[in-house]
Each structure stands twice: as structure tokens, then as C-alpha cells.
């Protein structure tokens, strides 16, 4: 999860402590900012099984794993889930649920609850049923209500995270009043990062600078009322701060994804990235892949880093940003992250700024996740 201390920085000493396990990309919402691959429809029939998932949990956990994240997708879509959730409590993994609330009933969650989960994080997106059906593409918002009620009610440790832009950020100081009228402890609002499916809408999702600071501005309020009674992030997009995020804690680091199809990743995002080599679960140990593989030596540690990186001062700080987001804005992976203000292709994350600060004359009406969206998108261009 993103956090607003630049300074943090975790010595994994070797190994990944946090395991990221996408068990599937199949999802009841069509969230244009989703950060699952534009051809996530590929991946629905190469999902690994049960068994697969718990061989994964058990190598990781002796590669020295400590938490993990079910996400997807919707993991909720899987109907194992209960048992994966039971195989990793049972080797010692701190288990989290990373769901959008839907299909998240009283029955499953105390099935969850008896298996072993420990910790939920519930993504919402506004606090007015029309605004959230509208976003998602489905009548979502009851079921969202519903779920948080439910994870309150039966003491589950909670994260309501709200994914941030144009659309929604006005939305902050009610989002924060309902949350304190849950007794929620914990809030992030997490301005969206521009891949896959948010950067194919970005000029319709960035918020001006403006609605940012203003934003922060009624968090402030919020946390200055509350004192220590909730907590709140509020995680401003790298495109306004002039310096890069430390992406992933550092490439191959910290962090461990795996893929519905078994491939194991640095992060969610690296397949954007042309001509790495990508190994899965199925093909190699999970132990070659972390310590060996060509995938998560290649950005590993500080060696690597072009200048500007390679002779600034914060390079252990940042390690040079998202090699995904260098790529994406760039073309070429081993530059400098364009958002930080030393490197020499800012410009290009000076310009979208500068096209989302003018006045727009019209909308564009948001691309919905769905692969007929894709395809009639790249038609169309």
C-alpha cells in the first residue's frame, strides 16, 4: 500500500514479506482506473487450482513471507477461498482480504472468520448509491454497505480504502463522516495510479491540482477533530509531487505477486513491460524465481540506476520510482521515473498535468472494464 512517508523503507533482508496471491481476474465491476491487464479475459481458463494455490503458500512461506493479500479481481468469485484462507493461517501467514464487499455475506464471512482471516480491506467509492453504481458499472453501493456493516459487527481489523480522482474527490469529507458513524479505525484515500485500465482513462480520472489541495485540505480538518481515534491516509499522485514513489519498496525487494495463472512478479503491473522473461509457478520453483530469475534481478537493488538516479541523494529513498510507469510514459523501462522533477523526460508528466489544468470543454465518456471496451478502443484508434 502506498504511504505518505517518503522516509519508510523496509529491509526485507533477502526475502518478500509481503505475498500478493491475484487468485483470479474475473470481477462483478467494470472500474475504469482497475489495475488488472487490459486482456484480463486471457487469463480466466489458466487460473491455478487449489492445490496449486497451496503449494505457492507453502514455498512462500519458506521463503520467508510473513503477510499476504488475497486480491484479484474479486477473490470472492473463487469458491476455494475459505480453504486457501484456512491453508495459509494454518503455516503462519498474516492473511488480508482485499475485496470490493460484493459477495461478501454474513454466511461467507463467518466461514472466513472460522478459517482464519484476520484483517479485510473494503474498497468504496463514494458515499451516494447513484455516484458508486455509476463508477463500478453495477448496482454495487447496497452490497458495499452491507459488507462494511458486516466486517464492523463481527470485529474484523478494517481498511476502507477509496480509490481517488476527478470523479469522487469531492466525495472526501462524506466518505470520512460515514466511515466515523461505522467506528471505522482506518482510512486510506489513495489517489489512483495511472496504469492499464486508469491510464487508458486518465485524462478523464486526474483531479486538477487544485481539487487535490483541497482535499487535503478537509483531511486535515478530519484528522485535527479525530486526534488519534482514526487513522488517515491521504496518498497524493506522484504525476503533483515532483518526486517518484517508492515503488514496491523497491523492485523484487519486499513484495511477491503471483498471477492467476501462476507467473510470479516483482508487482501487478511489470507485464506491461516488453522483453523480460516471465516464469510461473507451474514451470519453476518459487524460490528460483525470487532469488534467481533474470525477471527480479533485473531492477533489484541500486546497481542498475541511470543517472540522474545513480548519483542522487535519494535514490535509497525512491530507487529510482516504477520501472511500469517509466515504461509505460517513456518506452523504455530502465529510464528515470518521468515523475520525479530530475529526470529528463518530466516533461511528458508536466504535460498531462498540463492538459488535465486546462478548462475541458467536453467528457469523454469512461472506458468500462470489459474486453468488447478494449477492443472497440483500439479500433477506434
Known amino acids: 500500500m502506498p504511504k505518505e512517508d517518503r522516509g519508510l523503507s523496509l529491509d526485507g533482508q533477502g526475502i518478500p514479506l509481503w ?14 482506473w482497475c489495475n488488472n491487464p487490459l486482456d484480463f479475459e486471457d487469463y480466466g481458463s489458466q487460473e491455478l487450482s487449489t492445490a496449486e494455490w497451496k503449494k505457492v503458500l507453502d514455498d512462500a512461506r519458506r521463503l520467508g513471507a510473513l503477510q499476504l493479500g488475497f486480491t484479484g479481481g474479486e477473490p470472492m468469485l473463487r469458491d476455494d477461498l475459505e480453504e486457501l484462507v484456512g491453508h495459509a493461517d494454518r503455516i503462519g ?26 484483517h479485510i480491506q473494503l474498497s468504496v467509492q463514494a458515499s451516494r448509491a447513484e455516484l458508486t453504481d455509476a463508477l463500478v458499472g453495477a448496482r454495487a453501493h447496497a452490497g458495499k454497505m452491507e459488507a462494511a456493516r458486516l466486517i464492523k459487527k463481527h470485529g474484523f481489523p478494517m481498511v476502507l480504502n477509496v480509490p481517488v480522482f476527478k470523479q469522487n474527490i469531492g466525495e472526501i469529507d462524506a466518505m470520512i463522516a460515514w466511515a466515523v458513524e461505522m467506528g471505522i479505525e482506518y482510512i486510506e484515500f489513495a489517489n489512483i495510479q495511472y496504469y492499464n485500465w486508469a491510464l487508458m482513462n486518465r485524462d478523464e480520472l486526474m483531479p486538477t491540482l487544485a481539487q487535490v489541495r483541497e482535499a487535503e485540505a478537509v483531511v486535515n480538518r478530519w484528522r485535527e477533530k479525530l486526534g488519534n481515534t482514526m487513522t488517515i491516509y491521504f496518498v497524493i499522485p506522484d504525476y503533483y509531487e515532483g518526486r517518484p514513489k517508492a515503488c514496491m519498496n523497491g523492485w523484487g525487494a519486499i513484495h ?31 524460490d528460483w524465481i525470487w532469488h534467481e530469475s ?51 523526460h518530466h516533461g511528458v508528466v508536466q504535460q498531462a498535468v498540463a492538459v488535465r489544468e486546462q478548462t475541458m470543454r467536453f467528457q469523454k465518456p469512461l472506458i468500462k472494464r470489459s474486453a468488447q471496451a478494449v477492443c472497440t478502443d483500439f479500433m477506434a484508434g
Not at 505475498?19 to 475504469?32: F, G, Q
Open 93 to 118: 501467514f498474516y492473511t488480508n482480504l482485499i475485496t470490493s464487499g460484493i459477495g461478501l455475506t454474513e454466511e461467507r464471512l463467518l466461514a472466513l472468520k472460522a478459517a482464519g482471516l484476520k
Open 19 to 32: 505475498l500478493s496471491l491475484e487468485l483470479t481476474y474475473r470481477c462483478p465491476l467494470k472500474c475504469s
Open 294 to 344: 533474470s525477471l527480479f534481478r533485473k531492477y533489484r537493488g541500486l546497481d542498475w540506476l541511470p543517472e540522474p538516479c545513480s548519483s542522487c541523494s535519494e535514490k535509497e529513498k525512491d530507487f529510482g520510482g516504477c520501472r511500469c510507469q517509466a515504461f509505460l510514459l517513456t518506452g523504455d523501462a530502465s529510464n528515470t521515473d518521468p515523475a520525479c522533477s530530475r529526470s529528463p
Open 256 to 286: 511477491l505477486t503471483v498471477a492467476p495463472d501462476g507467473v510470479a512478479m516483482p508487482c501487478q503491473e511489470a507485464r506491461v513491460i516488453p522483453g523480460l522473461q516471465f516464469d510461473s509457478v507451474r514451470e519453476k520453483p518459487l
